[in-house]
């Protein structure tokens, strides 16, 4: 893969023990290095008129002065330095260039990663929360609309929290389709079967909580019960996946059961639904906080566009999972009979 990367990230410094933490794309590297086909590129940082298009530039200001001040906590969990303000602009710009390389044709072994920090997808219009400020997926997604390089997008993603910032952004937008599976009742509380997406826009947005204990089976139904055919249906030009490794069995913030090979299982399922709707596809990097399961998890994904097969059980997901994707299929216009 390619994977965009830029030391600018690192001065994000968080404190030391914070687990979203500059050892998170350290962890990576080192992986990575024992990997064949790694690339790097350091992308240009996301400009203000970038980040403005989809977040208030009250907020933005606020943000800037606060970093320009020497930061502290933003809330309990979200933390600023002086140097935050250019890293967020940085994540932000390495998400864009993923999208951008995606959609001028690099696919196959060149799949682009954006391994940008602070993480982006509970960032809201006008607020940060839960480790992020600017909604690096979101501003990277308006950015290919308003450019016109594409006029559908979809963004799935697979952190183990809900992305209520890039649901908000987009909830009254027919032009953006949002899925998320994540933990049922973790952080930030949102995400729950019946918000689709409002007005012109209902049916755009999806979400699948999981019970916690969730593991391979369930997610890969999941997918292929609910992602999958939605995004068939949505048929988008670009599709960016935000791509968190806190659902791993091992991370210390998820109770979810999922393998490093289940997420070899879920990214040979995203690269299929990408080339059926023959979509443009990129990955950008949301949250993972054990080192290990981070790092092996960003290799799994490299790995699989590197050739690997993952290896997937083919035990069938428990019945808590068959029930919720019964009453997700019910509610969701693109899925219900009717
Ligand atoms: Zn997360």
């Not at 055919?229 to 988008?236: A, K, Q, R």
Request: a negative charge; glycine letters at 10%; one cysteine or more.
């Amino acid at each position: 893969m390619k994977f965009g990367y830029s030391e600018v990230c690192l001065e994000h410094d968080t404190g030391g023990r914070h687990p979203e933490s500059p050892d998170r794309l350290r962890a990576i590297r080192k992986t990575l290095a024992r990997r064949h086909g790694v690339e790097y590129v350091e992308a240009d940082p996301a400009d203000e008129a970038t980040v403005t298009a989809v977040h208030d530039a009250d907020y933005v200001e606020e943000f800037r002065e606060f970093c320009a001040n020497g930061g502290g906590n933003w809330d309990p969990d979200t933390v600023a330095v002086e140097a935050t303000w250019d890293a967020a602009l940085q994540s932000a710009g390495l998400a864009r260039w993923a999208a951008s390389a995606a959609l001028a044709g690099d696919a196959g072994r060149e799949t682009p990663f954006a391994l940008g920090r602070p993480p982006g997808h509970h960032a809201l219009v006008d607020d940060a929360m839960g480790f992020c400020f600017f909604n690096n997926v979101a501003v990277t997604a308006r950015h290919a609309l308003d450019a016109g390089d594409a006029d559908r997008v979809a963004i799935f993603d697979w952190d183990v929290h809900h992305g209520n910032g890039t649901q908000e952004i987009f909830e009254e937008d027919d032009d953006v389709f949002y899925a998320s599976l994540h933990e049922d009742g973790l952080y930030p509380g949102t995400g729950d079967v019946d918000a689709v997406g409002d007005g012109d826009a209902a049916g755009t947005t999806l979400n699948a909580p999981l019970p916690a204990g969730s593991g391979d089976p369930e997610y890969r139904t999941a997918f292929d019960d609910l992602v999958a055919p939605v995004l068939s249906s949505f048929d988008p030009d670009l599709l960016l996946v935000s791509t968190g490794f806190d659902a791993h069995r091992h991370d210390p913030i998820s109770r979810m059961r999922v393998s490093t090979e289940g997420y070899g299982m879920l990214t040979a399922r995203v690269r299929e639904a990408a080339e059926e709707t023959d979509a443009a596809l990129a990955f950008v990097l949301e949250g993972g906080y054990s080192l290990d399961t981070l790092s092996d998890g960003v290799g799994i994904v490299h790995e699989v566009f590197d050739g690997r097969e993952p290896v997937v059980s083919d035990e069938g997901a428990n019945d808590d999972v068959l029930e919720l994707i019964d009453e997700v299929r019910e509610t969701h216009p693109l899925l219900s009979a009717d």
